[in-house]
């Protein structure tokens, strides 16, 4: 419980303390957007990063070369945890937004620090609102910025499992060109969820996948490209889960129920 307190105290105080500093930042995109951009992503990866600290939690990174830094791609992985966000966001070296529930946008402060960043909140019961999240996404990648989704709609509550992948969510790599990066996170509900309300020093593994082209191809090779990234999702999950749980509890990636 102590590091939940003090998990929680930070992000707390974090939240009222840079009150000041987003109407700075505010005034600073009125005059330059691109800097208060940078400074936006810069303050909260170093606030994650922080968080994660506290927590407890030692991140291994592969497939970092398989993320280019010089063109805007769409990132899509599996969604175990909260502790998703961090750990993608601070091990991701240009800017990237998220596509989010639109619950967040509901959380004072937190939910301008989250528009600063380029984060687009998601209303999957309105079909019209969107599809207008969709297309603004699909205007930030190609202006430039990184987006994360992620395609299983929802957390996932059972290791080493995973929900299919909504073609949807791939309409912002379909129409903007940009590459999709399949990204797996391994052993993230060991932070928090598997033993709620507790938070405990956790190993935790991020993986990139080899980035997957949308350009060029033909109707049928898009169709298959969400299960394209899913496949390549639970190869990686399969290949690395030994090295959090072990031999003896590895759960190979299946089908959720």
């Known amino acids: 419980m102590i590091r939940l307190i003090i998990a929680g ?22 005059i330059n957007s691109k800097a208060k951009d940078k400074a936006s992503h810069a303050i909260i990866k170093w606030a994650f ?43 991701t070296k240009t800017p990237t937004g998220l596509i989010s529930k639109k619950e967040l946008a509901k959380v004072p402060i937190f939910n301008v620090w989250m528009k600063f960043i380029g984060c687009l909140f998601l209303d999957r019961d309105d079909i019209k609102q969107g599809l207008k999240t969709i297309l603004k996404a699909i205007d930030m990648v190609k202006d430039g910025m990184n987006m994360a989704i992620f395609p299983e709609g929802t957390r996932n509550k059972e290791e080493g499992t995973f929900l299919p992948f909504k073609g949807g969510s791939f309409k912002i790599a379909e129409k903007s060109g940009c590459e999709v990066i399949p990204f797996t996170v391994i052993g ?10 507790k938070i405990k020093k956790s190993h935790v593994i991020l993986c990139f996948g080899e980035p ?19 496949e390549c999702v ?5 290949e690395h889960s030994a090295e959090v749980f072990g031999p003896a509890e590895e759960t190979k990636g299946t089908e959720a129920v």
């Open 212 to 230: 997957i082209p949308t350009k060029g191809l033909s109707r049928d090779e898009i169709k298959q490209i969400p299960d394209k990234a899913r």
């Open 234 to 238: 639970i190869n990686m999950y399969n």
């Open 188 to 197: 993230a509900a060991s932070i928090f969820e598997d033993h709620k309300p």
């Open 49 to 91: 990063g922080l968080v994660l600290f506290i927590c407890g939690t030692k991140i291994t990174v592969y497939g970092e070369e398989n993320v280019p830094t010089d063109r805007s791609v769409l990132f899509t992985g599996n969604h175990r945890s909260i502790f998703d966000i961090l750990i993608l966001y601070v091990k």
């Open 9 to 30: 105290t930070v992000v707390f105080l974090f939240l009222v303390l840079t009150l000041p500093l987003l109407f700075i930042l505010w005034i600073v995109g009125m």
